[in-house]
């Protein structure tokens, strides 16, 4: 017989390692005063936004297209750190399930849903044409000329209840310059890979290239403004639009042929778009950072080798333009997110855009910049909320359905195995207060969310991890029929046998799970994950708990001679005495 090894001379050494395991796990839970996990829709409520794709023709959409829409739309909303969302096909139609209340910013995500496209911006004014009065006086406009600025470089003109990024651009007014290309030879002057698109024009600022006349005095937006190589009819459509109405219209048709009249996302401008330039698949990547001389906030947009040479191509042509047709609008949905001046060209597929954003600001243009490319244009079919009273209902239905399971498994744990049935209740105790330990860790650190499906995995790895525990205590008791080992001796070689086949089952039950997990979606996926982890925790228990406590009760009398209640008597273990032998064998 091998001698023993030191895990099997020391099982308090394992049990020691598993104690300080759950310790640190019940700490992290502790210090963050995260006691309950984070529950997904099913279980917290929350909102199903589902997207009909419009198409030019009518027809329906290829498979293709919406397979890319999802990715892109699963893309924009994980990027929001909401976990546990749900982004799937249904038919033609696309189905985001967003847990939790509150969710306002996905929702606009999810449903700005047309392709990023830049244009160059052709005529600006207000988004509303203001009142006039009998008082106002033609020599003193209300309106800054192009570029104007206080002497401490902000806006005059007020942002009013604009958007924080709105706020970030309208703020963000350069001095005048004698010389109009100025601004192009100072950012020269930068560091190489610092090529500057700065947002630095607000629409009301830039509305007029010169002092006289003002579109708010003479009443027209278009008045002072050059006008030509505009479409005529476009003219008339943004007189008359009003980019203050809720809509701001989102959603409006984005030819990339043609112009476009379109608002800001803020609702304070109107914009004439000539066509797009640069289309959203061309952009590889945008990233929002600090620079490292100014610590200001930016944005760094990267393109792909068709879209960089497009892009240097816009940008030289427009950049010595007087304005505002030396600004580049970024077009999402039929709305300007943002239309950064063009300082300079900017050849190498990499430029940045500044003007006073804040962190947040930055961050979510990057995101919209980023994942702004899809292939279709959708509209909200539907938009419903789910109550989370109907959650917790199916949440104690778990925990109940939980429970009861646990009781039937105890219950045949004791009848059968008796003594060795409370090893096996205190396995699945330890597997349960480290299953709930994990979750709730991975929920309030990973961005895992506990749903209806999860809890059915969960309830399920009961019976995995009983599985385990059993096969090892029946090579114990194989090992002691013969009786030609000690409980001691039993215990050690049944463990090299059983924990193969522990292994190999575990392995194959994580296998499926892992396949399951990548080939399926939704709350089938949900199920897999779970299913994956108490396979894992399975094999913590079992190598940590379970067999170093075997060890220790085989030294007790009461299991190594073999008492009725311990589950290992010789009638329990199918042994006969040498009577009922010799009656047999007659």
Known sequence: MAPPTSSQSKPGRTLLLL?????????????????????????????????????????????????????????????????????????????????????????????????????????????????????????????????????????????????????????????????????????????????????????????????????????????????????????????????????????????????????????????????????????????????????????????????ASQFADITRRITSLPAPRNQLANVLDGVVIVAPTIEEAIPGGSARISGGFTQQTATELADQLKYGALPLKFQQSSVVSVSSTLGQDQLNGGLISGALGLIVVVFYLLLYYRGLGLIGMASLCVATVVTYLTVDVLSHNAGFRLSLPHIIGLVVSIGITADSFIVYFERIRDEMKEGRRTLRSAVEVAWRRARRTILVADAVMFIAAVVLYFLAVGDVAGFAFAMGLTTLIDIVVVFLFTKPVMSLVARLRFFAKGHKLSGLDAERMGRTSPAEQTLQEA
């Open 19 to 307: 104690l300080v395991l759950i310790i640190v796990m019940g700490a992290t839970v502790a210090l963050q005063k995260a006691f309950v996990p984070k529950f997904g829709l099913d279980l917290a409520g929350g909102t199903t936004v589902t997207l009909s794709p419009v198409t030019v023709d009518g027809k329906a959409p290829s498979q293709e297209s919406l397979d890319r829409a999802v990715t892109i739309i699963r893309q924009r909303v994980n990027g929001t750190g909401i976990s546990d969302a749900q982004v799937a096909k249904s038919n033609d139609n696309i189905v985001i399930q967003i847990p939790g209340a509150g969710r306002e910013e996905a929702l606009r995500l999810v449903s700005t849903t047309a392709e990023l496209r830049m244009r160059q911006v052709l005529a600006v004014a207000p988004a509303k044409q203001p009142a006039t009065t009998p008082s106002a006086s033609p020599s003193a406009p209300a309106t800054a000329t192009p570029g104007a600025s206080s002497p401490a470089g902000e806006s005059k003109t007020p942002s009013g209840n604009a958007s924080p990024a709105g706020r970030a651009l309208s703020e963000a007014l350069t001095a005048p310059s004698p010389d109009p290309n100025a601004s192009h030879r100072a950012t020269t002057h930068r560091r190489a890979g610092a090529r500057h698109a700065r947002a630095d024009a607000s629409p009301s600022a830039a509305a007029s290239p010169s002092p006289t006349p003002t579109p708010q005095d003479s009443g027209d937006p278009l008045a002072g403004q050059d006008t030509s190589g505009i479409d005529p009819a476009l003219l008339d459509e943004f007189r008359k639009i009003d980019c203050t109405a809720k809509n701001r219209g989102q959603g409006a048709p984005d030819d990339p042929n043609k112009q476009i009249v379109a608002c800001s996302d803020d609702g304070t401008a109107r914009y004439i778009l000539d066509k797009a330039a640069v289309q959203g698949t061309e952009i590889s990547g945008a990233q929002a950072g600090t620079d490292p001389t100014t610590g200001e906030w930016i944005v760094q947009v990267n393109f792909k080798s068709k879209g």
